[in-house]
């Protein structure tokens, strides 16, 4: 009954999930401002719409995926189970010939994309805030975008990478391997261009862009796990141990997580109105930063002598010598955790009782914030706002500063994609 | 405080890279004949993602080091060779390592999967069920005997549902709760589960394969080592998981005909 209103819940998620992508995609092609040609678009819109086209696929095959589950569970159809079960010595009658293997590739085909729909808002989030902080455009905008529609094609291709000792055809396995170890190329790029763009830049440390620098260094820890997880042969040894568990926390846990600290940090004074305390947001970062590379390290530690995952008590002789490195891991989560109640307390606190916020505290460029803080009614108080550039014009000279709004139609020297102005 | 971030990246870059270098954390000692070439390939992969990693984070700590507290006359700089050089960094240095690892990856998967077993190879059956492992060994006759789900009946041991009366494949079939088997000899592991979803994982063979149910999965392994090791479930297979184990007791053929002996006697 309960994994019938489990199997339930998710097909309505699936559902919500849909009609949220393809409000977000008509949405982006639709409704922008004059002037706001796609490739002006900030780079975390960008993300979302990839990120929104990836869920529309995905979702599109796991909401049928948990209709035949649950028919298979109420209808006594049988996509998913096989004859000849035997449970607690009562051999299971109503179910014949359907395949677990099935449900695994369906599910993983949903599941692969859904990683990267994890992590690609974050990944645009960052890079936004990264320009921000960095007082310069990125080395490149546009690669980075593709870069996310790369990465984003990709995810389709590669699901097969968490079956590889599934019992499915190992033919099969080094087909899966093959384009997973080619997403690396993309997301190399992303990283490159990240760290590369902070080069000669003017670097503002605030509690935003510590969270987006820790976006980097967890993205590139735990990216680079995957070179182990994506090639079979080491897969045999390293699937279900602790080494999976702290390859996709660091790659797509925290380091989607981080994305959403910096995004709140950098977001909370528009969507309310007034700032967040700087001192405890570094406080949160410098503990949530130092707790989570205690914690998820050492998971990979265990997944090199074999640690199996998924275990409510260890019970060998084996695993035996590891206990002090779960007893380090345990003390190093709920360190973090309690880390966490810091930026609650922040969040709460400065929501009410923070200092009011102006309209814009980052000297930033993109449209949300040449309004008030918070915005006024329908975003723009009525107004349409015409956009004459990418968001992306920092480092320059200009009446404003060393940055251009938007929707200034001041006439900059770093003209990169302006030759169609409105 | 940029420095500070700086100082830090590299102290958790030292400190994550120091059990690696040291070796304190390490795979138990192979005992198979294919291990050696997973062994080759983890520690090659290590080199590579070692140097990509340390690299990365030293980078970042470098530039953040040098350009988070800047004087305000400074000019922006562009990255010498600007994106395009990273592109194309990228996509020889990453490209080629991942190309070589994919390829050299495959060696060692086709050597495990693609090579069969051995005509002369011993052949074990497997079941997995919650929370336990059994093993069938043919007996005398070299057959197995056919399976009747309806018969299984943990109560009076019969974990595999043989008809000793009417199958005479069975009668002289051993079914035990450990893994007994020769060193040095291929092992042909026919594998099949009888309820739902387990794996069958042991380190020191560098083997790990899910039961499927419905599906008879076949794995082939040579066990060089005498020695007593833990198989391990490894797929979440409900609350008594953590508890399903059965030992592989590898023998010299001597004790390995005389364990045998021991076991027919028992059934």
């Given at each position: ?24 995609i ?10 706001m ?6 780079i975390?819109?960008?993300a979302?719409?990839i990120?929104?086209c ?9 909401l ?8 298979d ?11 000849n ?7 299971i ?23 990267y ?8 989030i960052?890079?936004?805030i990264l ?25 389709y ?21 093959f384009?997973t ?7 190399t790029?992303?990283t490159?261009?990240w ?12 509690s ?15 990216g ?7 090639q ?17 926390h660091?790659v ?10 910096a995004?709140?940090y950098?977001?909370?004074?528009k969507?309310f ?8 947001g570094?406080?949160?970062f ?13 998971f990979?530690?265990?997944?090199l ?12 002789d ?17 360190f ?7 930026f ?12 009011a ?27 349409h706002p015409v956009?004459?550039?990418d968001?992306?014009q ?8 060393d940055?251009?709004?938007?929707d ?6 770093t ?7 409105p | ?6 100082v ?23 005992i198979?004949t ?12 290590m ?20 350009f ?6 400074d ?6 060779g ?11 240095l ?10 050299f ?15 002369d ?32 009946n943990?109560s ?20 035990t ?15 099949h ?11 020191e ?5 899910d ?5 008879d ?5 040579t ?12 797929q979440l ?31």
């Open positions: 009954m309960g994994q019938t209103v489990w199997a339930c819940s998710i097909a309505i998620f699936s559902i919500g999930q849909l009609l949220g992508s393809l409000n977000f008509t949405t982006t092609l639709d409704l922008r401002a004059k002037g040609t796609l490739m002006r678009m900030p975390s819109t960008w979302w719409f990120t929104s990836i869920g529309l696929l995905a979702f599109a095959v796991l049928p995926a948990c209709v035949l589950l649950i028919l569970r109420v209808a006594g159809t049988s996509f998913f189970v096989p004859s079960l035997v449970v607690s010595d009562q051999l009658t109503q179910h014949s010939g359907g395949s677990p293997l099935l449900w695994q590739h369906l599910f993983w085909f949903f599941g692969h994309p859904e990683v729909i994890a992590i690609l808002p974050a990944a645009g960052v890079s936004h320009i921000t902080s960095y007082r310069r455009p990125l080395l490149s905008h546009k690669v980075v975008i593709y870069c996310m529609m790369a990465i984003g094609f990709l995810s291709m590669v699901w097969g990478h968490h079956m590889f000792i599934s019992g499915m055809n190992p033919f099969s396995a080094l087909v899966f391997s384009p170890l080619v997403i690396t190329i993309p997301a790029i992303l490159l261009i760290i590369g763009s902070l080069y000669g830049s003017n670097l503002q440390i605030t935003a862009s510590l969270f987006a620098l820790g976006f980097i260094s967890m993205f590139v820890t735990g680079i796990s995957g070179f182990f997880l994506a079979p042969s080491i897969d045999v040894y390293l699937h279900g141990t602790y080494f999976v568990v702290g390859h996709f660091m797509m846990g925290v380091a989607a997580i981080f994305g959403m600290f995004g709140t950098f977001w909370a004074p969507m109105g007034r700032m967040m305390n700087e001192t405890l570094k406080i949160h410098w503990g949530t930063f130092v707790g989570t590379y205690c914690i998820f390290m050492p990979h530690y265990l997944g002598v074999g640690n199996v995952r998924r275990y409510s008590a260890f019970v060998d084996y695993l035996a010598p590891l206990m002090p490195v779960h007893k380090f891991i345990t003390i190093a989560a709920l973090t955790g309690a880390v966490q109640l810091i609650l307390y922040n969040l709460i606190y400065s929501r009410f009782k923070g200092e916020a102006p309209d814009n505290p980052w000297k930033a460029t993109s449209l949300e914030w040449t309004v008030t803080s918070p915005p006024p009614w329908n975003n723009f108080g009525g107004k956009v004459y550039h968001p992306y920092y480092g320059i000279e200009s009446s404003s500063g940055f251009v709004m938007q200034s139609p001041e006439r900059i020297q003209v990169r994609d302006d030759k169609k102005l | 405080m940029g420095k500070i971030v700086a830090t990246l590299v102290l958790i870059t030292i400190a994550s890279a120091v059990p690696i270098l040291a070796h304190k954390w390490v795979p138990p000692d192979d198979s294919h291990g050696y070439l997973i062994d080759e390939q983890m520690s090659d992969t080199v590579e993602a070692g140097i990509c990693f340390v690299a990365a984070q030293m980078i970042l700590a470098a530039f953040i080091w040098m988070s507290n800047r004087k305000p006359g000019k922006i700089r562009n990255f010498p600007g994106a395009m050089g990273l592109v194309i960094g990228a996509f020889v990453v490209g080629l390592e991942v190309l070589a690892l994919g390829f990856g495959s060696k060692a998967w086709a050597a495990i999967y693609f090579t069969p077993p051995s005509a190879a011993l052949p074990v059956q497997v079941q997995a069920g919650q929370f336990a492992f059994y093993f069938r060994y043919q007996g005398p006759d070299g057959k197995f005997g056919p399976i009747h789900p309806d018969k299984i943990e009076t041991q019969n974990f595999y549902g043989l008809d000793m009366d009417d199958d005479p494949a069975s009668k002289d079939d051993i079914v709760a450990e893994m007994g088997i020769p060193v040095n000899k291929e092992v042909r592991l026919l594998m589960s009888k309820d739902l979803g387990h794996s069958f994982y042991v380190r063979l560098r083997i790990q394969q039961f499927v149910p419905g599906l999965l076949q794995m082939h392994f066990a060089t080592k005498v020695g007593r090791y833990e198989i391990v479930c490894t297979c409900g609350l008594g998981h953590y508890n399903m184990k059965a030992y592989l007791n590898v023998m010299s053929q001597p004790d390995y005909d005389a364990w045998i002996k021991q076991q027919a006697s028992m059934q």
